[in-house]
């Protein structure tokens, strides 16, 4: 309610001059008069609009005063209006009863004194104002509580995944000293052999024990030196057109010989026509040798590794699928955490400080790009995928800039929902560069509103919102049948794991966290249309 506006009063007469009189005597400042001839239109005028006291003539055709406020008593929402009757003349005891009954708060007989009824209608108006006040206080009061609720309840989720990062912390620590106690111990035995016969028959293979699990060592070291210096963003990319097919033979000889050692059978399948992308050689070298070690060490002695490269449009793609152990879906959404591992087994020490995919992810998200992992659940195997962007021939991205890009022949119905102006209006400029057609909604009702009318191909929807939140207007989206398909994405400021799995369980397809960049928007919605193109074919086919 809004405190300012001026209080509705009602006057119904069948009489024009009678509405002209009543309403010249009570005219000033902060009162607003709805005029009605009859009982059938003070009716339809009740249903548009609130009121905060009726006049009712008794004497009328068709509908008479006393049936017109029995029938708005009959009403949830016209039952509470106060009614003063207008009499022409004394009104007997039968009917008085009648009209008290039916909500009457008085009755006023014609001629009607000025000051009276001046009087009488301010104290209502008066009375009005101060529902309408209390209203007011109490929703702000509602809000209030519930963006308490809100953040504390944000408070609880950080609090929680902070605990769960402190239990990785811990766990990666008991990981790092026993991966460096591994080596130290052979080390320190070698060195105790070669003290005692320096040129003992076993003396050369001792050295050369010790050079392998030295080069593990610094290995180690290098792995966490190099993730260090990612998440501090201290570490520069030498960017140049290279093709992808050079980084995977280079990530070969350095998987080749863990390969080897397990008797894996690695099969590698590659297209005949190179692959550019503007990238470090080093650093995606690194990244596929990366994918290569981790199912080489979770694959068990024997088992099928499989390298794949193909081209997607205009992206890179490059998987790495084995017949290992695979992943319990729980750690699928967090197999690329820093820190993270799958379970180890007493019968395979599969080794590593759990920060190799972490690495794997940031390397590829600085070269443009996205990590993800699929698996059926343990003992069957796992995907883990990386995409690029592809360049042409002069190393410029394949197709146009998107600054002077034409408009997309099939541009997409994007529907952003956030309550932030600034972060929805530039959401929408970049669609509108991108060549999507853009609508905006600013709260969860809304937004539903519009959804169900417009069926957007994509949401991009805010979390933290107040009154109805994120997650409740996804949930209410996929019981729209129109919607239960489409393509919901969470943009937050809230990218805490549990964020993204509460995000998930909502129904959330993606969950990125603000500000979201223009190359990842550009992504995801080509990733999308990409998905939609493939469906539609499947449909036909």
Not at 26 to 50: M, N, P, V, Y
Request: a negative charge; one cysteine or more.
């Amino acid at each position: 309610m809004n405190p300012s506006r001026p209080v509705p009063i009602l006057i119904v007469d069948d009489l024009p001059e009678n509405l002209l009189s009543l309403e010249a005597v009570l005219r000033r400042d902060g009162l607003q008069f709805l005029r009605a001839r009859s009982g059938t239109e003070a009716l339809e005028i009740l249903l548009k609009e609130e009121v905060a006291l009726a006049l009712l003539d008794v004497q009328m055709p068709e509908m008479d005063g006393f049936e017109l406020a029995e029938t708005m008593r009959g009403s949830e929402r016209t039952r509470r209006i106060p009614i003063i009757f207008l009499t022409a003349g004394v009104t007997d005891r039968t009917r008085r009863f009648r009209g008290y009954e039916a909500g009457a708060v008085d009755f006023l007989e014609k001629p009607i004194e000025a000051d009276i009824l001046r009087s009488k209608v301010s104290i209502f108006a008066e009375l009005y104002l101060q529902r309408r006040q209390l209203s007011a206080q109490r929703d702000n009061l509602k809000a209030f509580a519930e963006e308490n609720l809100r953040l504390l309840k944000e408070s609880r989720d950080r609090a929680q995944a902070l605990k769960e990062a402190d239990v990785r912390k811990d766990e990666f620590l008991a990981t790092l000293a026993h991966e460096l106690r591994n080596p130290l111990a052979p080390i320190r035995n070698g060195l105790q052999i070669l003290r005692m016969a320096p040129d003992g028959p076993r003396a050369e293979e001792v050295r050369g024990m010790m050079d392998r699990q030295l080069t593990h060592m610094v290995r180690l070291i290098d792995d966490l030196l190099d993730v260090s210096r990612v998440s501090r963003g201290r570490i520069d990319l030498r960017k140049t057109r290279m093709n992808l097919q050079e980084a995977i033979h280079a990530a070969l000889e350095a998987s080749r010989p863990l390969i080897d050692a397990n008797d894996h059978r690695l099969t590698l399948d590659l297209p005949e026509d190179l692959l550019w992308v503007d990238g470090d050689l080093t650093r995606l070298a690194q990244v596929v040798a990366n994918l290569l070690n981790n199912a080489a060490k979770y694959t068990p002695s024997g088992g099928d590794i499989r390298l794949t490269l193909r081209r997607e449009g205009e992206q890179a793609e490059i998987a790495v699928t084995d017949n290992g152990l695979g992943i319990e879906p729980d750690m699928l959404p967090r197999v690329f955490d820093l820190f993270t591992q799958a379970e180890q087994h007493l019968d395979r020490s599969q080794g590593g400080l759990g920060i190799g995919l972490a690495l794997v992810s940031k390397l590829v998200e600085m070269h443009g790009g996205a990590s993800s992992a699929r698996s059926d659940g343990p003992g069957q195997g796992s995907t883990f995928t990386i995409s690029l962007p592809l360049v042409d021939a002069q190393g410029e991205p394949i197709g146009a800039p998107l600054q002077n890009a034409k408009k997309t022949a099939e541009p997409m119905n994007v529907l952003i929902v956030d309550d932030n102006v600034d972060s929805a209006q530039t959401s929408r400029w970049m669609l509108d560069l991108m060549g999507h057609r853009a609508t905006v909604a600013h709260e969860g009702a809304t937004a539903l509103e519009i959804a169900h009318e417009l069926k957007p191909d994509v949401v991009l929807l805010d979390i933290g919102m107040p009154g109805m939140d994120g997650y409740e207007v996804c949930r209410q989206l996929r019981q729209m049948p129109e919607m239960k398909n489409k393509t919901v994405i969470a943009q937050t400021g809230w990218g805490q794991e549990s964020d993204r799995q509460k995000a998930f369980a909502a129904g959330f397809d993606h969950h990125v966290t603000k500000p979201v960049s223009l190359d990842l928007l550009t992504q995801l919605l080509a990733d999308v249309r990409r998905t939609a193109a493939k469906a539609g074919e499947h449909q036909h086919g």
